[in-house]
C-alpha cells in the first residue's frame, strides 16, 4: 500500500542544536516534496519544495534533503531556537499523469528547550 | 494583503442539514484544493481545482461537493453532513501545483 510516514513521537531538543525530521514513502514516484509548518489552531504555513531531480535545498537555517533511493526527506533546522518549534508536515506530489494529489504525513512536533 | 479566507471560521450544525464553506484567495491563483484534518490521520485532501471549472477528487472525497466557476472562490458544499464529518477543514491555493500554497485559516465543523 501507498504510505507516507513521519514520526509520530515528538521531538525534543536543546535550544541550539540541529532539529532533524524524517519522513518516509513507499510506493509513490515523487514529483516533488514539500515541508510545512503548522502552528496549533493554524494553517499549514510552506516552508520548502525539492523536485526528484534534486539532492538538497537551503532557505536560511532550514535544508532539506531527498533521496529517491532511500525513498526518504530529511528537515533539518540548524542553530534551533524555542520560536521553532511546531508541527512539521511533509507533503509528497505524486508524479503520475496531469494530477494535482498532494499526499501529506501526520507530521512531528518539535520542541525547542532553552 | 494576499491571503486565503475561509468563512465561516467555526460551525456547529445537525446531521443533514446542508451547509456551504467559503473559500476565497485574492492572489489570482489557478490551484486551490480543500482538506480536512483528523486527529492520528493528519491532513487529508478532498477535492482540488487546477482552474476555473476543472475539479478533481483528493483522497476523501465522499460526501462533498465542490464547484470553481471563478477563479478566486472555490467553495466546499456538505450536501447532507454526518457526524463523522466534524473536523477541521482547510482551504488552500497556488500559482501552480508546484508552487507556495497558502492555507487559510481552518474551518472548525462539529456536526451533531
Known amino acids: 500500500s501507498q504510505k507516507i510516514e513521519q514520526n509520530s513521537e515528538a521531538l525534543n531538543i536543546q535550544e541550539g542544536k540541529t532539529a532533524t525530521l524524517t519522513c518516509n514513502y513507499t510506493?509513490?514516484?515523487?514529483?516533488?516534496l514539500q515541508w510545512y509548518r503548522q502552528d496549533p489552531g493554524r494553517g499549514p504555513v510552506f516552508l520548502l519544495l525539492?523536485?526528484?531531480?534534486?539532492k538538497e535545498k537551503r532557505k536560511e537555517r532550514l535544508k532539506v534533503t531527498f533521496d529517491t533511493t532511500l525513498k526518504q526527506s530529511l528537515f533539518h533546522i540548524t542553530a534551533s531556537q524555542p520560536a521553532d518549534s511546531a508541527t512539521y508536515l511533509c507533503?509528497?506530489?505524486?508524479?503520475?499523469?496531469?494530477?494535482?494529489?498532494?499526499?501529506f504525513g501526520q507530521g512531528t512536533t518539535l520542541q525547542v528547550k532553552p | 494583503e494576499a491571503q486565503v479566507t475561509q468563512n465561516p471560521r467555526y460551525l456547529i450544525t445537525v446531521t443533514g442539514k446542508k451547509l456551504t464553506v467559503t473559500c476565497s484567495q485574492n492572489?489570482?491563483?489557478?490551484?486551490m484544493s480543500w482538506y480536512r484534518q483528523d486527529p492520528g490521520l493528519g491532513l487529508r485532501q478532498i477535492y482540488y481545482s487546477m482552474n476555473v471549472e476543472v475539479t478533481d477528487k483528493g483522497d476523501v472525497p465522499e460526501g462533498y461537493k465542490v464547484s470553481r466557476k471563478e477563479k478566486r472562490n472555490f467553495p466546499l458544499i456538505l450536501e447532507s453532513p454526518s457526524p463523522n464529518q466534524t473536523s477541521l477543514y482547510f482551504c488552500?491555493?497556488?500559482?501552480?501545483?508546484?508552487?507556495?500554497?497558502?492555507f487559510g485559516p481552518g474551518t472548525r465543523l462539529l456536526v451533531l
Open positions: 525539492i523536485r526528484e531531480n534534486e
Open positions: 492572489m489570482n491563483h489557478e490551484y
Open positions: 510506493n509513490y514516484s515523487p514529483a516533488y
Open positions: 488552500a491555493s497556488s500559482n501552480t501545483m508546484s508552487e507556495t500554497q497558502y
Open positions: 507533503a509528497l506530489a505524486p508524479r503520475s499523469g496531469n494530477t494535482g494529489k498532494l499526499i
